[in-house]
């Protein structure tokens, strides 16, 4: 596997883009249905026809009907019916309820994906995600969204028989794909944006269509694309063009590349991935607001902080890294600290880029490793002695950024009693204490057996801010802890 690729898996920096040829065992390729629409039978000037036998009667000279692509058919179709009739044969053709294939379930597996874009009228890759995983929100059109999903999505720039409203959100014929630009704004936008900051990967899709033809060759325009395009069958001249505008070809069936991918990069499937995968937009969304809350703090001088083992701590800590990376935040002037064998590893894959004198100071508790957790357990001795042996004391003092799984008037909670004096030390030296918690984490839970017994803190008004993505049914009020959200 080329070397560029396997980085950009393994920076997690990977977007996936899929085409139709991963739908053809189930649904009809797009030479099939538009066959299905050269055959169909209606009404024309009081008579019963169909659009291939249209084109042959109207002039000999008509290019023959079976060699006309789906664009061109559909054309004709929508000239000699009506946009309504064609949209209702796209939702007949591609509404179904089927069972996706294992290689569509197995894309949400390859590493750091959990957004894709498809040109697909189907739903097999947002039905290929069972629960307890979040599924997808699916993106057609986006002047519906002030803000995208900040993860698992997947987005259709050229509609979707499911979920699109308007015969505007579909693009099929000639005239929808060269007037791309014009129609889909936003699409176009977000398409080339993606191309010129991300590494596309194309999978059960031709090169040939014209539309992304034009964005790709636009992209590189701004600024340099990075593409790969996983194509069993492709000629000497197809490698050397497409390598003209920043797309690689590998020559390999998307069944032997995917499976490629996750050999080098196995998923695990565990009570901590699993966790990780819920409720992803809630916990970016209150990442987001937790950055929004501690850059003022981290721009006054040097900090500690203390990411606690969580998934929405992880997301925090990701979003915290990008902005060092990206020179946001001044890295020489933080240290982290963390029980967190994940966030540790985003450490050292995110940073590692960095020159080592701008790199955050990166400190992991020692103790004991719970593997459903990923959280490193030292007692509270250990943690006391290991915290009070960090030098130098950072001037401004230290934030503490908390997970918790039950929130209530009782204070902050948890289900393991191995993490409790970590994350107890942990709020009592902070000057400023962050809990992360997602609307699901207030009060009493419904369920006895979901109930978190071990308290690892008091609510404290005077250092404390709760942050989550729902204040309104927090049930807090009255109690004197700050809940904020923007």
Known sequence: MDTELVDAFDRRRVQLFVGSGLSTDVFKSADAFADVLLTDVFSHQGSDTCVKELLVESDPRCPAPESMGLEEVAEYYEIYTDSARLVSRIREEYDKTLEPSELHQLLWRLPGVHSIYTTNFDCLIEDAIDEPRQ??????????????????????????????????????????????????????????????????????????????????????????????????????????????????????????????????????????????????????????????????????????????????????????????????????????????????????????????????????????????????????????????????????????????SQLSRDGLKIRTRFEKATKSVAVELADHVFVLADHSKFGRSHTPNKEAPFKYADLDPEKMTIITNRPQDVGLDGEGVEVRIK
């Open 135 to 404: 599924k997808p929100e699916v993106l057609t059109d986006l002047r519906d969204h002030r803000n995208l999903p900040v993860d698992r999505m997947v987005f259709k720039p050229h509609g979707c028989a499911r979920r699109s409203r308007s015969r505007n959100e579909f693009v099929i014929t000639r005239d929808d794909y060269l007037r791309y630009r014009e129609n889909r704004p936003l699409e176009l936008i977000k398409t080339i944006h993606d191309l010129t900051s991300k590494v596309f990967l194309f999978l059960g899709y031709s090169l040939r269509d014209l539309n992304m033809r034009r964005i790709l060759i636009e992209a590189q325009r701004i600024a340099s694309v990075r593409c790969f395009a996983v194509m069993p069958d492709v000629t000497a001249p197809e490698v050397a063009y497409w390598g003209q505008h920043g797309v690689r070809l590998i020559r390999k069936g998307a069944e032997e590349f995917v499976a490629e991918v996750l050999d080098r990069f196995p998923y695990e499937e565990s009570e901590f991935t699993i966790k990780a995968e819920q409720r992803l937009d809630a916990k970016g969304r209150i990442a987001e607001k937790a950055i929004k809350e501690v850059r003022p703090l981290l721009e006054v001088g040097d900090h500690d902080v203390f990411i606690d083992a969580g998934t929405t701590t992880l997301a925090f800590a990701g979003k915290l890294i990008e902005l060092i990376r990206a020179g946001a935040i001044d890295g020489r002037s933080l240290r982290i600290i963390t029980n967190s064998s994940e966030v540790l590893n985003l450490c050292v894959e995110e940073l590692r880029n960095l020159q080592e004198e701008d790199r955050p100071g990166v400190v992991a508790l020692g103790g004991l490793l719970r593997s459903h957790t990923r959280a490193i357990t030292p007692d509270r001795e250990s943690t006391v002695d290991q915290w009070q042996r960090l030098e130098p004391k950072r001037r401004q003092g230290t934030l503490a950024m908390m997970g918790v």
